[in-house]
């Protein structure tokens, strides 16, 4: 199957630092992206939806500004998390999904970064 | 709105016994399913996925899926677990009018016993 990678796989940082997850479909152009969040033994939720060279699109409750969103080429998507705070601490996941589209469902995953905000 | 359902939390199985992981989902339009398999710290695996024809879906190692729309399920099942099955299994569905929403039901954890 194809391939995602994340990167970092966990960072720790101190609280009001900003932290940049990248997100790289390795074998195939992802015209769409994912980004999940979750939380110890629960499930992901989704956070947004990124387009190649357009905005995301954030789900309800998922504060734009905080968590930042970049999907500048077909390989490669970002999420930053600005001024990180303690409660932000989590496993973030990306899925990449080819122009297949929805055939292709959300795609495939990430093996997820581990954020701890200290 | 949609929803997605997994009835039991925790799923204690004995090896080579047969398994039975539910899902029910909740949807206004026809729903696209999914079955993955997430092991520790590690992202999602697809196991198998329902888009249309044949309601008996075959996935991955060895797990199968029936897709019943009179019932809204879509159970996970396998006639003989491994040691090695052991993680966190998610069903997802996907709304086939809107592609960018996803959702998950609450994850069921299997764990094999000896």
């Known amino acids: 199957g194809a391939v995602v990678s994340q990167h970092p796989s966990w960072v720790i940082c101190k609280s009001g630092t900003s932290v940049k997850i990248e997100c790289r479909s390795l074998?195939?152009?992802?015209?769409?992206m994912f980004w999940y969040r979750q939380f110890p033994k629960q499930s992901l939720m989704l956070m947004a939806t990124?387009?190649?060279?357009?905005?995301?699109?954030?789900e309800q409750g998922v504060e734009k500004d905080k968590f930042l969103i970049n999907h500048a080429s077909l390989t490669l998507s970002t999420l930053t998390v600005t001024s990180a705070h303690p409660e932000d601490s989590s496993f973030y996941i990306c899925?990449?999904?080819?122009?297949?589209?929805?055939?292709?469902?959300?795609?495939?995953f990430g093996p997820g970064t581990r954020l701890t905000v200290l | 709105a949609q929803s997605v359902t997994q009835l039991d939390s925790q799923v204690p199985v004995f090896e080579e016994a047969p398994v039975e992981l539910r899902c029910n989902y909740s949807?206004?339009?026809?729903?696209?399913l999914f079955w993955y398999v997430q092991y520790p710290n590690q992202g999602l695996q697809l196991l198998l996925k329902?888009?249309?024809?044949?309601?008996l879906v075959k996935g991955i190692n060895g797990f199968e899926a029936e897709f019943n729309k009179s019932q809204t399920s879509f159970h996970l099942r396998k006639p003989s677990v491994h040691i090695s099955d052991t993680a966190e299994y998610f069903c997802?569905?996907?709304?086939?009018?809107?592609?960018?929403?996803?959702?998950f039901g609450k994850g069921t954890r299997l764990h094999i016993l000896p």
């Open positions: 899925s990449a999904r080819d122009a297949r589209g929805l055939a292709g469902g959300p795609g495939f």
């Open positions: 074998d195939f152009q992802a015209t769409t």
């Open positions: 990124s387009n190649e060279g357009s905005k995301a699109t954030y």
């Open positions: 949807s206004s339009v026809s729903v696209y």
């Open positions: 329902y888009l249309s024809g044949s309601t």
């Open positions: 997802a569905g996907v709304p086939m009018n809107r592609d960018d929403k996803i959702i």
